[in-house]
């Protein structure tokens, strides 16, 4: 049976699977903190777990996930690629295990459905690890939102424009699977980085009721441009707008992708003017209300901010059992569905029902 929680006494046992470029995100916050204890690496190449040996000295490295589920272990994170995440995260709980997902869930909701089933059957927790809604900047968007600055919400506004000049070196490797996963309809933007936004608006305005996606698809895994219009049940409404500017240049320490985040009240609108690659030049937060625009100067704006928060909510909430666990298995669901009804409506050429 996994542990029972909150565990208040002692650290929190962490092991973590897949040790891919996110992990270079994921990993050091866990190393900054002391009430955790990475207790085990695991990763089919050696030489990624040779790369996180200095960090985490203590922690037993292995190519095996069934010899890490051996280990006295409170948490996995599970960092694999997306196809693996329902088939390594139903072993992972069914082996008795607390669980934390990267973004999306799953790629099914079979696959959704037989994960929550089986933590369900052991007690198991089951968390994905949204960075998107711990970033300070849109973080700091919702609490303007709750405090009334611009009004009653009236439409949510959101654009992501890729492009492959600027940002780190990824491994060439890490694509194959994205590759292979776009070719079965789910797309590298539309789907995996789509998730963030269908996450984002949940987190924002609650639940989808209607849905209609455009996307149009060039060749085996090209997935954009691409267009969703929804209405939440709350009657907020939103455009979703993903572009590929190919030739475009985004200065970024991490992935190239310019994203804005925009909210429209009866008496004004609060912007996020960017997530990851720097291109408004801008304060990353704005607000304007009555011919006035307030700004946002120092918040802290960068991807690993938003990793270094959403690791501290994770381990603080299986620490304590205090407050919402964001995002918790029912509620990456709901994020699911609705991504899914997005690409199903565009499939179809008509809007979808989301329930």
């Not at 190239?256 to 990851?276: F, H, L, P, Q, W």
Request: glycine share 8%; proline share 7%; aromatic share 8%.
């Amino acid at each position: 049976m996994p542990t029972p929680l909150p565990i208040r006494d002692r650290p929190v046992r962490l092991a973590v699977v897949g040790l891919g470029q996110i992990a270079e995100l994921a990993l050091p916050p866990y190393a900054e903190r002391d009430d955790v204890e990475v207790v085990g690496l695991c990763d089919l190449d050696p030489a990624l777990l040779e790369r996180w040996r200095p960090v985490f000295p203590d922690a037993h490295l292995t190519t095996d996930l069934d010899d890490l589920l051996r280990l006295p272990v409170d948490v996995v994170d599970v960092l694999v690629p997306t196809p693996l995440h329902g088939r390594v995260a139903t072993q992972v709980v069914t082996a008795g295990h607390h669980v934390q997902l990267q973004k999306p869930l799953t790629t099914s909701l079979d696959e959704a459905d037989g994960l929550l089933e089986a933590a369900a059957r052991t007690g198991a927790v089951v968390r994905v690890m949204e960075d998107y809604i711990h970033f300070p900047p849109l973080v700091e968007l919702r609490e303007v939102l709750r405090r009334g600055e611009v009004g009653t919400p009236q439409a949510l506004h959101m654009k992501v424009v890729a492009t492959a000049r600027g940002g780190w070196e990824v491994n060439p490797a890490s694509y194959v699977w994205q590759f292979e996963q776009a070719r079965s309809g789910l797309g590298i933007l539309t789907f995996d980085h789509g998730w963030h936004q269908f996450a984002l608006a949940h987190w924002l305005f609650g639940p989808i009721r209607r849905i209609f996606g455009w996307v149009r698809r060039e060749g085996d895994v090209l997935d954009v441009p691409a267009t969703f219009v929804w209405e939440h049940d709350n009657g907020v409404r939103a455009v979703l707008e993903m572009v590929l500017a190919g030739d475009m240049y985004f200065r970024s320490d991490y992935y190239a992708d310019d994203e804005r985040v925009e909210v429209v009240g009866t008496k004004g609108y609060v912007r996020c003017n960017r997530i990851s690659g720097r291109g408004v030049q801008e304060p990353s937060l704005a607000v304007y209300r009555d011919g006035e625009v307030r700004t946002w100067h120092a918040l802290p704006d960068e991807p690993p901010d938003a990793f270094r928060a959403s690791a501290a909510h994770g381990m603080e909430w299986f620490r304590t059992g205090e407050g919402d666990l964001l995002l918790d298995g029912p509620t990456a669901r709901a994020v699911l569905v609705s991504l899914l009804a997005g690409l199903e409506s565009s499939a179809l050429a008509r809007p979808v029902d989301v329930g």
